[in-house]
């Protein structure tokens, strides 16, 4: 498959419209071709945006009488053209609008700035889905030691944190794969691990935000972003990173697991047990939540 291939069907990829045979010889072709791992990443990009123009804008969601008004006028216009097969100029001229508002919405919403918790959200949420959920990562997962050396020395972290297996209130969350990968032009050390039957990325990434005075040996998890395709985020900051913890758990279940997995690696990292030293088993005890 050639470039001009792959692009011609980029978009039915994005979608999952394609057989398994197809998308394993994009996935090939990938692989070598910088370009057209760039195109991708965009188009990518641009559709996720589109997305959340209209997820996150209120005033550009129809009212319920608007929906109930077209719901009925369409069904009447079904019964009446059932016999002749056609569709009334005035449902083609409202189509046409429909269309024309999406288009004219996202492209405004493609010139407002994007907050940073909401670009992070995405991200993760893009990298959970693509590389735990459907192995289709753009980019091939590199061990982390080696990311670690090209990307960022803090990656080294997870190699060995959390343990294999982390005790937590709902039970235990077991580790099963470690490597560094990225969606979008995104870098993230990530831990795959499975907790109660569900699939949990642990993402840690450089968080390029202003930093806070906050102490983050308090570190707090919080839920960033709104859910989308029924998965969550919930983040715990410190000074120069970000841990991301990514599920279809509900928001409150996945901050409790963030309490038990998350926090106690932003503490390690920000070097806040130095003068304590504690075992990798004492810093993964399971704490009631306060």
């Not at 993402?203 to 029924?230: F, H, K, Q, Y």
């Not at 309490?259 to 030293?277: A, F, I, M």
């Amino acid at each position: 498959m050639n470039c001009r291939d792959v692009r011609d069907v980029a978009d039915s990829f994005l979608c999952e419209e394609l057989l398994t045979e197809t998308n394993h010889e994009i996935l090939r072709h990938l692989d070598t071709c910088p370009s057209c791992r760039t195109e991708i990443d965009a188009r990518r990009r641009l559709r996720e945006a589109l997305r959340a123009a209209f997820n996150r804008a209120p005033e550009l969601q129809p009212s319920v009488d608007f929906q109930d008004r077209l719901r009925e006028q369409m069904r009447q216009a079904s019964d009446g053209e059932t016999r002749a097969w056609t569709f009334p100029r005035r449902w083609l001229a409202l189509a046409a609008s429909v269309a024309f508002a999406a288009g004219l919405s996202g492209a405004v919403f493609l010139n407002r700035p994007i907050a940073p918790d909401d670009a992070l959200a995405l991200d993760a949420t893009g990298d959970h889905k693509n590389c735990a959920l459907k192995f289709r990562l753009v980019r091939m997962p590199v061990p982390l030691e080696e990311a670690a050396q090209q990307f960022d020395s803090a990656y080294r972290l997870l190699i060995n944190a959390p343990p294999d297996e982390i005790p937590t209130l709902g039970g235990p969350a077991r580790v099963l794969e470690r490597h560094s990968c990225a969606y979008d032009g995104r870098r993230f050390g990530h831990v795959i691990m499975q907790y109660r039957d569900h699939v949990v990325s642990l993402l840690m990434t450089a968080d390029e935000r202003t930093p806070d005075a906050a102490d983050t040996s308090d570190a707090i998890p919080r839920v960033i972003g709104r859910p989308i395709n029924g998965l969550s985020v919930v983040s715990v900051n410190g000074s120069s990173h970000a841990f991301l913890l990514v599920s279809d758990l509900g928001s409150a279940e996945l901050t409790q697991l963030s309490t038990s997995v998350s926090v106690p690696l932003v503490r390690r990292l920000e070097g806040s047990l130095q003068s304590r030293p504690m075992t990798l088993a004492a810093l993964y005890r399971v704490q009631p939540i306060q």
